[in-house]
């Protein structure tokens, strides 16, 4: 290879690895008509998904289960494999025994901690931000010994890719963040795309770089007000077209195609933001069927049934134990209100759970987890 180069950047021989360094942003990008039309669908989607938002009842709850989705489909494309049931029953236990259980509550928490260093300090995104997540993301998870929160100091390898050598990285990454806060010459959707591919290829992280610079793509739409919350997740799309996904990537490196990558990427918005307008819409349906039937089913204990419905948008899968501290009462009224949510179809057992029986939300869990919402 020696040292040659491409549009999307170099080659550079060092003793015996053969490092590619990626080309500084913003690069000349071709804006044609196929790519102004995919940018106005994306728009269009993410306007969409803005409305619903607003008209979701228990909005909060829902998106908390939805970025747990997110996290299990951006974890499954690095071979980490769990589900979206024990993910949420984990979640208000301190750690999981189940490590692919924890690195995905891990994926959440870092999530979470970089829209609150957003939003409540003011951090812009920036190499600080991406550092902390990622400190947050490998806290007390096989990647722990791969020094979380600090750039690597050694060459790693990506498949055929050596990514660009240590001395090169925080340079390439101040470019990075000046990209993402001073650029205004390319529309916001093509600069969280550019970011995305361009975080990938630096790879500055010993573990956790595909989870970080996917993470990158919520936060800088947050940023850039394109989403007012952090649940809009192409991570589905990328799992579902993976082998598209990485030869996208790699077609920016081998052949300077930021096209082709920016026109997937903005398929990927649109078709993440009709998704999750398609299941919020359905669980709003859902939602005002069950809260129908508690008015007219039961209105002696009204009050406390919408509290337990309300929470079970956030834990689908409760224990009686757990509805009895939720609404402060005995064990036999929480069972009683629990086998009232048992006969209105509300609620159903948890399988395979036989010593402290677990009830499940399921027809909204079914929304969730099908592949497809017609």
Not at 290 to 317: D, G
Request: glycine content about 4%; overall charge neutral.
């Amino acid at each position: 290879m020696g040292n040659s180069s491409s549009r999307g950047g170099h080659y550079e021989k060092i003793a015996e690895y053969n490092y590619f360094i990626p080309s500084k942003l913003p690069p000349e990008i071709k804006i044609d008509q196929e790519m102004m039309e995919l940018y106005g669908e994306a728009m269009l989607s993410l306007g969409k998904f803005a409305e619903a938002q607003t008209r979701i009842p228990s909005k909060r709850r829902f998106l908390h289960v939805y970025v747990a989705k997110e996290a299990i489909f951006s974890s499954q494309i690095e071979n980490i494999n769990t589900t979206l049931p024990q993910v949420l029953e984990y979640k208000s236990k301190e750690r999981s025994e189940n490590e692919d259980v924890q690195e995905v509550l891990n994926y959440i928490e870092a999530l979470n901690f970089g829209d609150e260093l957003m939003t409540d300090k003011n951090l812009p995104v920036s190499s600080r931000l991406i550092r902390e997540c990622h400190k947050k993301l490998l806290s007390g998870v096989r990647g722990e010994n791969k020094t979380p929160g600090h750039y690597r100091k050694v060459p790693v390898f990506v498949g055929e890719l050596v990514p660009p050598p240590a001395h090169y990285i925080e340079d390439l990454i101040y470019n990075l963040e000046k990209f993402i806060n001073e650029n205004n010459s390319l529309l916001p959707l093509l600069r969280v795309g550019l970011t995305h591919v361009q975080f990938e290829t630096i790879h500055p992280f010993l573990d956790g770089n595909g989870r970080i610079g996917r993470l990158l793509i919520v936060l800088m739409m947050m940023d850039y007000k394109l989403i007012n919350e952090p649940v809009l997740y192409p991570s589905i799309f990328f799992m579902k077209n993976r082998s598209e996904y990485y030869s996208r990537l790699d077609a920016v490196r081998l052949k300077g195609d930021y096209e082709g990558w920016i026109k997937f990427f903005l398929r990927g918005i649109k078709t993440s933001a009709d998704d999750i307008v398609k299941r919020a819409w359905k669980i709003d349906s859902l939602l005002k069927d069950y809260s129908y039937a508690i008015a007219n089913q039961l209105p002696r204990v009204r009050k406390n049934a919408e509290k337990l419905l309300e929470q079970l948008c956030e834990t689908p899968i409760m224990t009686i134990n757990d509805v009895m501290d939720l609404i402060g009462t005995s064990y036999a009224t929480a069972q009683k209100l629990v086998n009232s949510f048992i006969e209105l179809d509300i609620l159903k057992h948890e399988d395979q759970k036989q010593r402290n029986k677990a009830f499940v939300l399921w027809k909204y869990l079914n929304i969730l987890e099908k592949d497809v919402i017609d």
